[in-house]
């Protein structure tokens, strides 16, 4: 039990049919409240950071505290850099000893979202780091700074390229978007279908907060194998904030930092039991 390979965690979601979490941290509280819910459900998950949290929680402190984190776990946990955009940031992030990064190139054009992508699949090979890739526009941002709109994935491309790149996973747009949906989301179940009959890699869907629990397993059940949260967690713990310093007499730092935690500590062991849900066709 310790830091692992994030390909370990999802060829074994892969082969069980279940999705690996994949749980956004921005500090001390936020990894050990989703350290504690991976222990108590004996389950295995990926903390990870994005490249545009790093402004408020930067790399340099976030990132040992993360690998050191998954080491003492007591249950196997990979370290991943989420939505990484420069090369800079991703050397950086494998130096501390993360165990996958992402290269987010959706943004640009195919053939040179792939030529990027193959850079980075280079690299990561000298730290056997996972690396996971995104085709197609996944709607809103990591930080809600701005919205490129919503583009699905295109099947033949998603083909194309994992056969050109060889990235380990790909994240899917069909229909998803970050940060907090105004109407839980339609995703395309066909358009997933096909990509996961094209690829052969385990997929993975960004912006999981606020999707259904029923939406959820469907999708793991046609090949989403690493589910990204970041916003539930962060409502979660602004929650259980909120009702500490609601409540009469003084409040202290200790108490607060018990109320971080525990906010993201109930999110993440509620998306944990979802996720290792087999989803039965209603
Ligand atoms: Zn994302």
Redesign the pocket.
Known sequence: MSLVKMKDLLERAKAEKTGCGAFSVGNMEMVKGAVRAAEETNTPIILQI?EVRLKHSPLELMGPMMVQAAKEAKVDIAVHL??GLTMETVKKALEFGFTSVMFDGSACPFEENMAKTKEVVELAKKYEATVEAELGL?GGS?DGSCDHGIRCTDPEDARVFCEKTGVDAL?VAIGNA?GNYPVAPTLAFDVLEKIHQNTNVPLVL??GSGITDEDFQRAISLGICKV?IATASFNSLIEKVEAYIGTDGKHNYFDLNTAMESGVFENVKRHIEVFQTIYKNR
């Open positions: 994005a989420d939505h996944v990591e994240a970050h960004h912006g990204n």
